[in-house]
């Protein structure tokens, strides 16, 4: 069963958790128990292809899924040539000691894919189940990647609409382009005036107006989300930390039982708190490196305990992680809390009312024995794509290049020599102009549109751009609208054309 992190909100199957997205209370769904893999699992793994593997992951948690529905919806999801890899998430050796998990090769070339091809399946699965009716509004705020997956995933779902958030300044042209040609006769994109932080804000809102929601349901819709904040968002992704894992035993590049590091690039602490996850449930991670840019509240809660909004919000090249309102940090302070709900709800209500709180030295000391972190600039981070990619031949994207330069870092500060599994989050193509500029200086941008700058990156790195990449040139814009954050409520009756 599922409880709300904030203990307010009655406890839910997992197809109830997924359909609803969000616990009435402001909380986030986390399992009330955590699963183990067994060790005889665990070595079963290793012979076990992606989806197999998924299978085996998901059903300690879905309990209430039949193992042949969770078949059904994992097939649909990594099957066939959806990912342009067989592996679906490669494991690439970089260095002797540093691999690159990329979790790019799906259709919009992000991690996101890893979740959004699955959820949009276990949700029309949830609805069947709970013999929900209603139409499932599920609102997205995106700081340029999750917006598109989403998109993608629930694009012409029956009993589904989808409505995208995203910070009108704020993402690369190509994630832009990615969101406002989108096509399927379910879906709605909007530009906000304002940062990540004011679009998640925004939508979280509209989940906690009771009246909001009464109207809603009057009109027979209901709301959720495909963000981190939904559980059948988080659950998919704890699968590629046991794939990447049981891949490297394979391949010989590590022992079984051997500790890993994984470095996890981090904004809304949804991916590294799937890995969280995947170290409680047994697989031997020794350290879940939190790599941040400069919006680095993160990496000062880890080195603090104190967690504070209250500073500038930075515009970086790396803007899927532009965030400085990290939600899913609230899952942790669950767990790491010993599971106390009046803790984790008072944190949260000091976040919104003062802009801060801040843990005790003990639970501080506890997170930072798991959660080394650390940040880079934007010339770090540029400076990190053009050296990996003249010592080792391998293009990173920005995202991944602050992981890769953090974790050099953290080696290089503590002397920790476990092997280091990059989270590849992005492929390069996505943010072309700075990783093209990294690699052949900002001449190299000097009046070319962005399709010439896609081009000379693939011929420079010798890669074709991603068929659904190149495609963008020539399909319709088909969303312009933009709006304030505070009329995020009023856009959404609009487009539902429920009347005010
Ligand atoms: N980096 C994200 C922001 C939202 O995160 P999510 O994991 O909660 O969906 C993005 O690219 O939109």
Redesign the pocket.
């Known amino acids: 069963m599922y409880v709300s992190t904030r203990g307010a909100a009655e406890k839910l199957t997992s197809a109830q958790a997924i359909a609803q997205g969000i616990a009435p209370d402001g909380g986030l769904f986390v399992p009330e128990s955590l699963p183990v893999m067994d060790e005889q699992t665990l070595k079963r793994m290793i012979s076990l292809n992606y989806q197999e593997r998924a299978v085996a992951v998901l059903q300690l948690f879905l309990t209430d899924y039949s193992e042949s529905e969770l078949k059904s919806c994992v097939a649909g999801a990594y099957g066939g040539d959806k990912f342009s890899s067989s592996a679906v998430a490669p494991v690439v050796k970089v260095t002797d000691d540093v691999f690159a998990l990329e979790l790019w090769h799906g259709p919009t070339s992000a991690f996101?894919d890893m979740a959004l091809q699955l959820l949009p399946r276990l949700l029309s699965c949830a609805l069947k189940k709970i013999d929900e009716h209603a139409e499932i509004v599920i609102l997205v705020?995106?700081?340029?990647?999750?917006?598109k997956a989403a998109l993608e995933g629930f694009k012409d779902v029956d009993q589904t609409r989808v409505m995208v958030f995203y910070p009108e300044n704020g993402v690369s042209q190509i994630q832009r382009l990615q969101m406002v040609t989108q096509q399927g006769n379910n879906l709605a994109v909007f530009a906000v005036k304002g940062n990540?932080d004011d679009a998640q804000t925004g939508v979280k809102h509209i989940f906690n107006d009771n009246a909001f929601n009464a109207q809603l349901a009057a009109n027979s819709f209901k709301l959720s989300s495909a963000?981190?904040?939904n559980w059948g968002?988080l659950v998919p992704q704890i699968v590629y930390y046991f794939s990447a894992y049981a891949d490297l035993v394979q391949s010989k590049h590590i022992s079984a039982g051997q500790q890993v590091n994984f470095v996890v690039p981090t904004?809304?602490f949804?991916n590294i708190l799937a890995g969280y996850y995947a170290k409680r449930m047994g697989l031997p991670i020794n350290k879940l490196i939190c790599a941040s840019n400069s919006n680095n509240v993160l990496t000062d809660f880890l080195a603090t305990g104190v967690y504070s909004r209250k500073r500038e919000f930075h515009k970086t090249y790396s803007p899927?992680?532009d965030?400085l309102i990290s939600?899913n940090l609230e899952r942790l302070l669950y767990h790491m809390s010993n599971n106390a709900p009046s803790e984790v709800s008072r944190w949260m209500s000091e976040l919104n009312s003062k802009g801060e709180y801040q843990v005790s030295d003990e639970q501080l000391q506890a997170i930072q024995a798991i959660f080394p972190a650390g940040w880079v600039s934007d010339t770090q981070t540029v400076a990190t794509i053009d050296k990996v990619y003249k010592e080792y031949g391998y293009t990173l994207d920005p995202h991944t290049a602050v992981a890769w330069q953090v974790a050099e870092n953290y080696r290089r500060e503590t002397g920790d020599s476990s092997p280091n599994i990059i989270v590849a989050t992005a492929s390069p193509f996505k943010f072309n102009d700075t990783v093209l500029s990294a690699l052949q200086g900002t001449d190299s941008l000097a009046a070319v549109s962005e399709f010439t700058a896609l081009n000379k990156l693939a011929e420079l790195i010798d890669t074709p751009v991603p068929a659904a990449l190149a495609e963008l040139e020539h399909l319709p814009v088909r969303h312009t609208s933009v709006c304030n954050p505070k009329d995020m409520p009023g856009v959404v009756k609009v487009a539902l054309k429920i009347a005010e």
């Open positions: 996101k705020a995106t700081s340029g990647d999750t917006g990540f963000n981190s904040i968002r904004g809304n949804g899927s992680m965030i939600s």
